[in-house]
């Protein structure tokens, strides 16, 4: 009993992948949000998450916006059809992008049919083994990473806004309230590779490029 119990507390499926990704993507925008100074400290409360005090989001709106965009980025995992989320900082004045950060989302070949994270028969009858804990602290060492960015990366000078860009697979239906986008990237930028995470159904890759004077 008592490795089948255990094993059942390390199995991953597709939903329970799909949840601990797109938390970590609400995470991971607020808590760049936050470090960037997008909006002010004063907008942010700070919680408990992975072992670390995150500062999160108290503006209604914003809060609103990212719950829209990440339960639309939510049914797109659980299809395997979700290929890169991308937050663009760029100035309110002059629209240059000053930063790009990019997560790359990839499917196990295992899981994969047909390039998706579904079964051959459409179904969402799969399973990875990991412990929960040991996906938590992967997460956990992305997120000082994405704190500790702010030692490296140039000052934003200037008010900047942020936008949210998802790249999917082709044939994906896209909502009415969703616009095609440029992918704003930033010439001759530097990059600074951070550190993945895995579920082994979904592996996310982490990166932020940003412009240099």
Request: with cysteine; hydrophobic share 40%; aromatic share 8%.
């Amino acid at each position: 009993m008592g490795s089948t119990s255990q094993s059942a507390k390390n199995t991953i499926t597709l939903k329970g992948s799909t949840e601990i990704v797109t938390e970590f993507f609400g995470y991971s925008i607020n808590s760049i949000l936050y470090q960037r100074g997008i909006y002010p400290p004063e907008d942010f409360t700070s919680v408990s998450k992975y072992n670390l005090r995150m500062m999160v989001s108290k503006d209604e709106g914003l809060k609103k916006y990212l719950s829209n965009v990440l339960t639309q980025v939510s049914e797109w995992l659980a299809s395997g059809s979700v290929q890169q989320l991308v937050i663009v900082i760029a100035s309110v004045d002059t629209k240059q992008v000053l930063e790009r950060w990019v997560f790359d989302v990839h499917c196990t070949s295992s899981t994969a049919a047909g390039g998706g994270c579904n079964t051959a028969d459409g179904s969402a009858a799969i399973t990875a083994e990991k412990p929960l804990k040991e996906i938590q602290a992967e997460i956990a060492a992305i997120i000082r990473q994405i704190t500790s960015c702010v030692t490296f990366l140039p000052l934003l000078a200037e008010p900047c806004a942020f936008d949210l860009l998802v790249y999917t697979a082709s044939q994906v239906a896209v909502p009415a309230a969703w616009e095609e986008s440029e992918p704003r990237y930033i010439t001759n930028a530097n990059e600074v590779r951070l550190r993945s995470f895995t579920t082994k159904i979904h592996k996310v890759d982490t990166m932020v490029a940003y412009k240099t004077d």
